[in-house]
T-cell receptor, first 112, second 111 residues
Framework: TQLLEQSPQFLSIQEGENLTVYCNSS?????LQWYRQEPGEGPVLLVT?????EVKKLKRLTFQFGDARKDSSLHITAAQPGDTGLYLC????????????FGSGTQLTVLP | NAGVTQTPKFRVLKTGQSMTLLCAQD?????MYWYRQDPGMGLRLIHY???????AKGEVPDGYNVSRLKKQNFLLGLESAAPSQTSVYFC??????????FGPGTRLTVL
């Protein structure tokens, strides 16, 4: 059983559409991070959320941390081809402050 | 600043061969990590280091060894490569603000 479940696993949409991807767990976390990985590159941090119910915006990307701090969502408005990539959520497991555990990711393709 | 660099970028090995992957960071970070990434499985932690001269096992350490002789370098070794170790390997270092900075990856194929 994975600590983090991301859905959907794959998503292909047209340019200009909106989308939401999810990161869920049965565990409570003190913080959660979202990374984006473009083809042939390493992941890059997008945002860290730390407070239950917190909403953070990064241009057309909106991140929300669940009230119970067990889940998170990423909403993209008016998707563009440059948003194409693998979106990964990551948390610090209980008792492992030095490590990050990653979800398996959502592979997003935005078609022009 | 180069950030995190990895060498080599690509490598093909035969079963039983050995190799070392090199990771270097110029951000003076204490923590460094080695991950492997396989389709549908996200990033899995192999080994990590919290400072020069220290290493610790991650989620999938078997078949790998690491060394951190200098703060800026973190080496990942495969003593006897197996086809199951075919993967993309990422190194990362962590800032005081808990952001992990990743290298560009090494694509390893074991035949």
């Amino acid at each position: 059983t994975q600590l983090l479940e991301q859905s959907p696993q794959f998503l292909s949409i047209q340019e200009g559409e909106n989308l939401t991807v999810y990161c869920n767990s049965s565990s409570v976390f003190s913080s959660l991070q979202w990374y984006r990985q473009e083809p042939g590159e390493g992941p890059v941090l997008l945002v860290t959320v730390v407070t239950g119910g917190e909403v953070k915006k990064l241009k057309r990307l909106t991140f929300q941390f669940g009230d119970a701090r067990k889940d998170s969502s990423l909403h993209i408005t008016a998707a563009q081809p440059g948003d194409t990539g693998l979106y990964l959520c990551a948390v610090r497991p209980s008792g492992s402050a030095r490590q990050l555990t990653f979800g398996s990711g959502t592979q997003l393709t935005v078609l022009p | 600043n180069a950030g995190v660099t990895q060498t080599p970028k690509f490598r093909v090995l035969k079963t039983g061969q050995s190799m070392t992957l090199l990771c270097a960071q110029d951000m003076n970070h204490e923590y460094m990590y080695w991950y492997r990434q396989d389709p549908g499985m996200g990033l899995r932690l192999i080994h990590y280091s919290v400072g020069e001269g220290t290493t610790a096992k991650g989620e999938v350490p078997d078949g790998y060894n690491v060394s951190r002789l200098k703060k800026q370098n973190f080496l990942l070794g495969l003593e006897s490569a197996a086809p199951s170790q075919t993967s993309v390997y990422f190194c990362a270092s962590r800032s005081l603000g808990n952001e992990q900075f990743f290298g560009p990856g090494t694509r390893l194929t074991v035949l």
